[in-house]
């Protein structure tokens, strides 16, 4: 099997996707001392909240999964504006990130950067599936 670096690289989006939220106490530690740590922000969806955003079970989210459509395709395929799918992944990241701030793992220079990266990150969960030829 022919492993291209474009699947390897789709499928290294897949699984960081899949990677639980943790919060490095290094990094809280750093802010705590005036520092600039780096933060490494990973979330993990929670896939039932975007099924019911998609309007689908889990079930045919697998499945659609499985066929190879992105998130954006089974949006498309289930009726549903793209900017809806965008709006939520959007609310969920800006949750995400506060909670991270209120805890101390972000201040505001790691959250604009974040804040700045944010479109290009979604896009690419939505629009990517490595089953897709």
Not at 7 to 20: A, R, W
Not at 119 to 133: G, R, V, Y
């Amino acid at each position: 099997m022919k492993v291209t670096f474009k699947k390897l690289f789709l499928i290294s989006i897949v699984m960081m996707s899949f990677t639980p939220i943790g919060y490095a106490n290094n990094v809280i530690q750093q802010h705590a001392n005036g520092e600039e740590g780096q933060v490494v922000y990973h979330v993990k969806y929670d896939y039932a909240a975007i099924c019911k955003v998609l309007g689908i079970t889990q079930e045919v989210y697998d499945q659609y999964w499985k066929e190879g459509l992105s998130i954006v395709d089974m949006a498309k395929r289930e009726g549903i504006d793209q900017r809806e799918i965008i709006n939520y992944f959007v609310t969920f990241h800006y949750q995400e990130m506060q909670k991270w701030r209120k805890k101390g793992a972000l201040n505001e220079h790691h959250y604009f950067d974040l804040v700045y990266e944010l479109k290009d990150e979604i896009t690419d969960f939505i629009e990517l599936n490595p089953n897709k030829e």
